[in-house]
């Protein structure tokens, strides 16, 4: 051991811990027990078993563990974003791709191809950029990655100053937030602009974050630490004070966490908005009618005057792999063109070869021919499969690359279609397209969507 340094062996990472120990100790205090004259014992934290704790300050230990559970924030709301509620509908476990029959396979492909007839297959190109970045851009300090992201992160802006989203008087809601980029140029877009606040919701605790560079007084950046499933937005204090209208965004929400931010802005959020003053009607007479029916009309134009829609929504696409039939939003497209939870559970897991379905045959190429392999660059949501899950050795005599890679986008189209539909039925002009080039980001794809004019309340006079 280093001296020190705690004397103890780590086997697992093949070193000796790097803890320092008490002085006239061989060893730390995780690993006390393995001084031979100690008389007090070590055990597991019930909390978190990854660590222990001497049995005679148990008790202490857990009124200030980390892993203790902390009272909930006021925003906080078990499963109301969670979606589907029928516990019979909800899918039983499936078996991988890998150990269907040939004939199952190909029953699924022309299910897909079946309901994919109909739709737009090939989306608009609104490849946009921003001022914002340029110096950014221009930065020759910043590498290949850096750069991809930022180019992603200047169409994202782009395509939200088309949408006349970027302006004063907003409430910039950032879904699976991580560091904060994407709000914090956001900010540096708006650096002349009053009264806009930043909410930044991340379930997890994220090192290296960017909040600390919004100094200016004009802007207000809040982390909310919660997961999206639970979020009420708005029970959130600062969008409880000020009202100002949401503009929901994000960059490369993963799976469900799309459907989650979705649900939590056009359903929770608008109905709570709504619903916040509904009480009982009083009993009134027979000979009251008239009345009862124009009290009836001004307390719905009263409701409908408090229910404000989302000024706009922006949300780059990920990981359709890990969406979820019980969090998923198009369900009822699903069903209206023939497909359940069974078709679901399968497209989802097959909407990875639109992405990754060509990189062992492509790999295989680049040791033969020398030809560079571009599906090797990471994107900050590397997907991860087994041979198990992607099918890879089964299908190998059954599908090309090429088609796998075909089936993929289909299944990718077709779970996002669902979530069009569905904002179309709430009133949203919805739309997807391409905002930067595969050669950037494999995962290109962004959901737009602002209230149609019907959905925007008319200014009383």
Same mark, same amino acid.
């Given at each position: =051991?280093?001296?020190? *340094?705690?004397?103890?062996?780590?086997?697992?990472?093949?070193?000796?811990? %790097?803890?320092?120990?008490?002085?006239?100790?061989?060893?730390?205090?995780?690993? $006390?027990?393995?001084?031979?004259? @100690?008389?007090?014992?070590?055990?597991?934290?019930?909390?978190?078993?990854?660590?222990?704790?001497?049995?005679?300050?148990?008790?202490?230990?857990?009124?200030?563990?980390?892993? *203790?559970?902390?009272?909930?924030?006021?925003?906080?709301?078990?499963?109301?974003?969670?979606?589907?509620?029928?516990?019979?509908?909800? =899918?039983?476990?499936?078996?991988?791709?890998?150990?269907?029959?040939?004939?199952?396979l190909?029953?699924?492909?022309?299910?897909?191809?079946?309901? +994919?007839?109909?739709?737009? /297959? &090939?989306?608009?190109?609104?490849?946009?950029s921003?001022?914002?970045?340029?110096?950014?851009?221009?930065?020759?300090? #910043? $590498?290949?990655?850096?750069?991809?992201?930022? %180019?992603?992160?200047?169409?994202?802006?782009?395509?939200?100053?088309?949408? &006349?989203?970027?302006?004063?008087?907003?409430?910039?809601?950032?879904?699976?937030?991580?560091?904060?980029?994407?709000?914090?140029?956001?900010?540096?877009?708006?650096?002349?602009?009053? #009264?806009?606040?930043?909410?930044?919701?991340?379930?997890?605790?994220?090192?290296?974050?960017?909040?600390?560079k919004?100094?200016? *007084?004009? +802007?207000?950046?809040?982390?909310?630490?919660?997961?999206?499933?639970?979020?009420?937005?708005?029970?959130? =204090?600062?969008?409880?004070?000020?009202?100002?209208?949401?503009?929901?965004? $994000?960059?490369?929400?993963?799976?469900?966490?799309?459907? /989650?931010?979705?649900?939590?802005?056009?359903?929770?959020?608008?109905?709570?908005?709504?619903?916040?003053?509904e009480?009982?009607?009083?009993?009134?007479?027979? #000979?009251?009618?008239?009345?009862?029916?124009s009290?009836?009309?001004?307390?719905?134009?009263?409701? %409908?005057?408090?229910?404000?829609?989302?000024?706009g929504?922006?949300?780059?696409?990920?990981?359709?792999?890990?969406?979820?039939?019980?969090?998923?939003?198009g369900?009822?497209?699903?069903?209206?063109?023939?497909?359940?939870?069974?078709?679901?559970?399968?497209?989802?897991?097959?909407?990875?070869?639109?992405?990754?379905?060509?990189?062992?045959?492509?790999?295989?190429?680049?040791?033969?021919? $020398?030809?560079?392999?571009?599906?090797?660059?990471?994107?900050?949501?590397?997907?991860?499969?087994?041979?198990?899950?992607?099918? @890879?050795?089964?299908?190998?005599?059954?599908?090309?690359?090429?088609?796998?890679?075909?089936?993929?986008?289909l299944?990718?189209?077709?779970?996002?279609?669902?979530?069009?539909?569905?904002?179309?039925?709430?009133?949203?002009?919805?739309?997807?397209q391409?905002?930067?080039?595969?050669?950037?980001?494999?995962?290109?794809?962004?959901?737009?969507?602002? =209230?149609?004019? @019907?959905?925007?309340?008319?200014?009383?006079?």
């Open positions: =051991p280093v001296p020190g *340094r705690c004397a103890y062996f780590v086997a697992r990472k093949k070193r000796f811990c %790097k803890m320092i120990p008490a002085p006239g100790r061989r060893f730390c205090g995780e690993h $006390g027990q393995q001084e031979e004259e @100690s008389d007090r014992k070590r055990i597991p934290c019930p909390l978190d078993p990854k660590h222990t704790v001497y049995e005679d300050q148990l008790q202490k230990h857990l009124k200030k563990c980390n892993s *203790r559970e902390k009272p909930k924030p006021v925003y906080f709301v078990q499963d109301i974003n969670a979606g589907l509620k029928d516990v019979a509908e909800i =899918p039983e476990k499936q078996v991988p791709i890998s150990s269907l029959f040939k004939e199952e190909e029953n699924l492909i022309i299910k897909l191809k079946n309901a +994919s007839n109909g739709l737009e /297959l &090939h989306l608009e190109e609104q490849i946009l921003h001022q914002a970045l340029q110096e950014a851009l221009n930065d020759p300090k #910043n $590498g290949e990655s850096a750069f991809k992201h930022l %180019k992603q992160q200047a169409s994202i802006l782009g395509n939200m100053e088309k949408l &006349h989203l970027l302006g004063p008087g907003r409430c910039f809601v950032e879904f699976g937030a991580g560091r904060g980029k994407l709000s914090h140029w956001v900010d540096v877009a708006l650096q002349n602009v009053d #009264n806009v606040q930043f909410l930044l919701v991340e379930r997890a605790t994220t090192r290296f974050k960017v909040d600390g919004h100094k200016r *007084r004009n +802007s207000i950046f809040e982390r909310l630490q919660v997961d999206i499933q639970h979020l009420c937005l708005n029970k959130v =204090p600062i969008l409880e004070k000020k009202k100002l209208p949401v503009v929901g965004i $994000g960059k490369h929400l993963c799976g469900a966490a799309t459907d /989650l931010a979705l649900r939590c802005l056009v359903e929770s959020y608008t109905t709570c908005s709504d619903g916040q003053s009480e009982p009607a009083p009993k009134r007479s027979r #000979n009251d009618k008239t009345e009862v029916a009290n009836n009309s001004a307390d719905n134009e009263s409701n %409908k005057d408090d229910c404000k829609p989302v000024a929504i922006v949300i780059a696409l990920c990981c359709h792999h890990k969406c979820d039939w019980t969090h998923y939003v369900r009822e497209f699903f069903k209206s063109v023939g497909l359940g939870p069974v078709e679901f559970h399968y497209f989802q897991r097959m909407s990875s070869w639109a992405t990754c379905g060509m990189r062992e045959t492509t790999t295989k190429a680049s040791t033969s021919e $020398g030809s560079e392999d571009q599906t090797n660059d990471t994107e900050e949501h590397e997907q991860t499969f087994s041979k198990t899950e992607s099918g @890879s050795d089964t299908l190998q005599g059954i599908l090309t690359v090429e088609e796998r890679k075909e089936i993929g986008c299944c990718k189209l077709l779970i996002d279609r669902g979530r069009i539909e569905y904002l179309q039925q709430r009133g949203y002009k919805a739309a997807l391409y905002y930067t080039e595969s050669a950037v980001s494999l995962e290109n794809v962004l959901l737009t969507a602002v =209230p149609s004019p @019907s959905l925007i309340p008319e200014p009383t006079t």
